[in-house]
Nanobody
Framework: VQLQASGGGLVQAGGSLKLSCAAS????????MGWFRQAPGKEREFVAY????????SSADPVKGRFAISRDNAENTVYLQMNNLKPEDTAIYYC???????????????WGQGTQVTVSS
């Protein structure tokens, strides 16, 4: 499975961005597609995931109410709508795919290349 992420950029605090991640390479994409982020000097952290099979979603507490994950199963694409962005959201955002309902990076089998999100104050 190959994952191609896009949509990052520079935005002012309070602004919005929408990230996209398209999966290709297999007839059936993994059940779970999600997002992680990694800020300089910090560990990679969970942001959100979406289950193709059940529609179940999960989001990390720091982004609840501001970020929304959605998925287009027909296009094997997952989106992350990010609203009310804060400087602390600045990070490289990675899309990931796997088959476990997990919030830890090691549970995911496939990773995209990352897209930079920078929020200025």
């Amino acid at each position: 499975v190959q994952l191609q992420a896009s949509g990052g950029g520079l935005v002012q605090a309070g602004g919005s961005l929408k990230l996209s991640c398209a999966a290709s390479g297999r007839t059936l994409s993994p059940n779970i597609m999600g997002w992680f982020r990694q800020a300089p000097g910090k560990e990679r952290e969970f942001v959100a995931y979406f289950s193709r099979n059940t529609g179940r979603t999960s989001s990390a507490d720091p982004v609840k109410g501001r970020f929304a994950i959605s998925r287009d199963n027909a296009e094997n694409t997952v989106y992350l709508q990010m609203n009310n962005l804060k400087p602390e959201d600045t990070a490289i955002y990675y899309c990931a795919a796997g088959n476990s309902y997990a919030r830890v990076a090691r549970a995911y089998d496939y990773w995209g290349q990352g897209t930079q999100v920078t929020v200025s104050s």
